[in-house]
């Protein structure tokens, strides 16, 4: 049975897709899932998540429907990881939850010079069974500015603002901004929706990366950027790499310009402020590239571009982790880090409609949303005082093996339907080349 309007918040949320992107609206393509996404949580993370992994499928012109519990496998698929056979460790003890004297912190430490930043900051050593004492003693915006200023990562732990996040709901969640100018050549259509689109992917942690590994996994060719001096975690790779070639070359270097120059699509998941510091924003690619679809994705959006985020911090400032408490006094999260996943697959859907109205309009197109702006979307969604009791999903159905280098890698297959991944490459092993 067709969807009606508004009969679910997952109507809501693809319909504003449709308007944020110009198209058509994809009301009655698809019909309810047969039963909801097992994410369970007091805010609508299972509408989310289906609605963010639907829209793709509509974007590209699936018609099958997917499969909620392979979604939900997909949403948390750094459970599903494995490398050599071992479950890898996915949270440094540098992030995490801290109490302070008047509150909470919620801190990020999964990279090394974070790490350090904040061992320096708080005058711990190496030794992280220090942290809690150092936060017990301090005030919380006393830490905060300590940890921010050395270079760390950490945000206070929030309540909702019920009036901000409405503002944010009045601003577009995928805002899109089209430069005039000629009509793209045709390309070579193959059999994938992709085939034929250049991808220069300049993301790095997880939500861009699930981005542009669905761009692959519908044909892209896509290429990873990364700058040498600065190695990602080696399960954040192969958890979304598949499909990608992977290279290591200097955002300043003429190479990067050459690049872009035979590029369809770039994807841009760094700070906003340290983009245009790289001559890398969206405005000084369009005037230097014309013709491209530019998506960006940052933590925070434009009007905090300076600061830099994760999933995890967002959920901790804009309310969601005390909304999530499980006791009422401590801080909780979501079931899964659900906004990076959404924000990923959403900005995937955004890049097919826009790759289509460039064949059709010309010119440059540029495409943006937020980790903050996502937040905003899924507080404004109906919520349960009592969420659905977790379920025990078996694994082995929905579970790819590859050969990576001298690893072993298990990782959860596609959330869209009727496609399959790809290994990935071994961090850096690719020329930065076309």
């Given at each position: 049975m067709p969807v009606s309007p508004g009969s679910a918040p997952s109507d809501a949320v693809l319909s504003r897709v449709c308007v944020d992107l110009g198209i058509a609206p994809w009301t009655g393509r698809f019909a309810p899932p047969e039963s909801p996404v097992p994410l369970p949580s007091r805010l609508a993370v299972a509408d989310l998540a289906w609605a963010s992994v639907l829209s793709v499928c509509a974007a590209s012109g699936i018609r099958a429907l997917p499969d909620p519990h392979r979604i939900a496998l997909a949403f948390r698929s750094d459970r599903v990881l494995a490398i050599d056979a071992t479950a890898p460790p996915v949270w440094s003890p540098y992030s995490g939850f801290w109490r302070t004297a008047d509150g909470w912190v919620r801190t990020h430490g999964n990279y090394p010079h974070h790490a350090s930043a904040m061992r320096r900051a708080l005058c711990v050593g190496d030794d992280p069974a220090l942290l809690a004492p150092a936060f017990e003693t301090r005030d919380t915006h006393e830490v905060v500015d300590e940890i921010t200023s050395a270079g760390g990562l950490a945000v206070r732990v929030a309540p909702e603002d019920p009036a901000e996040d409405s503002r944010l709901r009045s601003t577009p969640?995928?805002?899109?901004?089209h430069l005039p100018g000629p009509v793209a050549h045709p390309r070579d259509v193959g059999d994938r929706?992709?085939?034929g689109v250049r991808v220069l992917d300049l993301t790095r942690v997880i939500a861009g990366p699930v981005c542009t590994r669905t761009l692959a996994l519908l044909g892209a060719d896509v290429l990873r950027i990364d700058p040498p001096a600065l190695p990602e975690p080696e399960w954040q790779h192969l958890d979304t790499g598949h499909g990608k070639r992977s290279a290591?070359?200097?955002a300043r270097s003429p190479r990067m310009r050459e690049l872009l120059d035979r590029a369809d699509v770039v994807v841009l998941g760094y700070r906003p402020a340290a983009l245009e510091r790289l001559g890398l924003s969206p405005d000084q690619i369009a005037a230097q590239h014309p013709g491209l679809v530019i998506a960006q994705l940052s933590a925070w959006g434009s009007e905090q571009p300076e600061r830099a985020g994760f999933d995890s911090l967002v959920q901790a400032e804009s309310g969601?982790?005390?909304i999530e408490s499980p006791d009422g006094e401590r801080p909780g999260?979501?079931?899964?880090?659900?906004?990076?996943h959404s924000a990923g697959y959403l900005l995937a859907t955004s890049v097919l409609a826009l790759l289509e109205r460039r064949r059709r309009e010309g010119g440059t197109w540029i495409v943006r949303t937020s980790l903050?702006?996502?937040a905003a979307e899924l507080l404004g969604m109906p919520r349960s005082h009592r969420p659905e009791a977790e379920i025990e999903i078996?694994?082995?159905p929905h579970a790819a093996t590859f050969r990576v280098g001298e690893r072993e890698l298990?990782?959860?297959r596609p959330a869209l339907p009727g496609v399959e991944f790809t290994a990935p490459h071994v961090w850096g092993s690719d020329h930065p080349t076309w």
């Open positions: 969640l995928l805002d899109v901004r929706p992709l085939d290591l070359l200097d969601i982790a005390l999260a979501l079931p899964a880090q659900a906004l990076d903050r702006r996502i078996d694994i082995a298990r990782t959860v």
